[in-house]
């Protein structure tokens, strides 16, 4: 079983920044436990909306990005603290959205980010 919990969001005004985080715990199947082996990414989804990959990092630390962030959010991670970052900069409304932390099909509860003046 596999633990991911988020936390991070809040309300900010257009044009400011947030920090996601997420920490992983746990073990999955043929993967065992080990995060750093891990890919992960951030999705979101806003209200009448379907859930969009945002973000993804690889073990290997190779990232990919929506065209919709790019240049604004960066995800990185620290596998000492088996966690995984989203900064995200330059803020418009419409990243507003609940965002998640996956891996290998296993989803955290979400944090909300509102961007709104």
Do not use: H
């Not at 990185?76 to 989203?86: C, F, G, H, Q, W």
């Amino acid at each position: 079983q596999v633990q991911l919990v988020e936390s991070g969001g809040g309300l900010v005004q257009p044009g400011g920044s947030l920090r996601l985080s997420c920490a992983g715990s746990g073990s999955i199947p043929g993967s065992g436990s080990i995060f750093s082996i891990w890919p992960m990414a951030w999705y979101r989804q806003a209200p009448g909306n379907q859930r969009e990959l945002v973000a993804r990092i690889t073990s290997a630390g190779t990232t990919n990005y929506a065209d919709s962030v790019k240049g604004r959010f960066t995800i990185s991670r620290d596998n000492a603290k088996n966690t995984v970052y989203l900064q995200m900069n330059s803020l418009k409304p419409e990243d507003t959205a609940v965002y998640y932390c996956v891996t290998f099909g296993f989803w955290g509860q979400g944090t909300q980010v509102t961007v709104s003046s």
